[in-house]
T-cell receptor
Framework: GAVVSQHPSRVICKSGTSVKIECRSL??????MFWYRQFPKQSLMLMAT?????????EQGVEKDKFLINHASLTLSTLTVTSAHPEDSSFYIC??????????FGSGTQLSVL | GDSVTQMEGPVTLSEEAFLTINCTYT??????LFWYVQYPGEGLQLLLK?????DKGSNKGFEATYRKETTSFHLEKGSVQVSDSAVYFC??????????????FGTGTLLAVQP
């Protein structure tokens, strides 16, 4: 079946640094990719939806200048957490689909900001 | 807005025990309902879905019935195996017809099955 690869699986960084998370669709062209975040004991929350070649659509309350999303190709979307702070520590997961395909998820990235 | 509530875990069972993980939802309109499973180190995978009231989704021995009257979509399995140990997420799509573009998830329930 279709595979979505997400890297890194775990990252620890210092406060104030930026972290980039990659999400790749390995065997299909993902016209749409989604980024979710999950805090401990809370639901997976949709952060933004990105369509290839256009600006991402952010959910209410998500800072677009802090969470930069780039979907430059049909197989790659990146989420950059800029100037990360401890409150950004969370589990981030991407998903991807294309017309006629169901949704496929990456394995997630656990971000810890010290 | 739309939301999903599922029972907190972890749920610890012995092999061959009966499993129920409760899930209720609030939604306007007629959402589609899903159960996703995440095995250790892997991404979420669709386990089963139901797109309208009274539909029953089933896969790998798991079942869930879309109950509009109780706004529920409880996950059940008659006899769990150690290999079923995973995190289970209940979700709804605010689009009808099974479209999965925008999902609203519950918190996830960790299931641990002991031999």
């Amino acid at each position: 079946g279709a595979v979505v690869s997400q890297h890194p699986s775990r990252v620890i960084c210092k406060s104030g640094t930026s972290v980039k998370i990659e999400c790749r669709s390995l065997d299909f062209q993902a016209t749409t990719m989604f980024w979710y975040r999950q805090f401990p004991k809370q639901s997976l929350m949709l952060m933004a939806t990105s369509n290839e070649g256009s600006k991402a659509t952010y959910e209410q309350g998500v800072e677009k200048d802090k969470f930069l999303i780039n979907h430059a190709s049909l197989t790659l979307s990146t989420l950059t957490v800029t100037s990360a702070h401890p409150e950004d520590s969370s589990f981030y997961i991407c998903s991807a689909n294309a017309p006629g395909l169901r949704l496929f998820f990456g394995s997630g990235t656990q971000l810890s900001v010290l | 807005g739309d939301s999903v509530t599922q029972m907190e875990g972890p749920v610890t069972l012995s092999e061959e025990a009966f499993l129920t993980i409760n899930c209720t939802y609030t939604a306007t309109g007629y959402p589609s309902l899903f159960w996703y499973v995440q095995y250790p180190g892997e991404g979420l995978q669709l386990l089963l879905k139901a797109t309208k009231a009274d539909d029953k989704g089933s896969n790998k021995g798991f079942e869930a019935t879309y109950r509009k009257e109780t706004t529920s979509f409880h996950l059940e399995k008659g006899s769990v195996q150690v290999s079923d140990s995973a995190v289970y997420f209940c979700a709804l799509s605010d689009r009808g017809g099974g479209a999965t573009n925008k999902l609203i998830f519950g918190t996830g329930t960790l299931l641990a099955v002991q031999p």
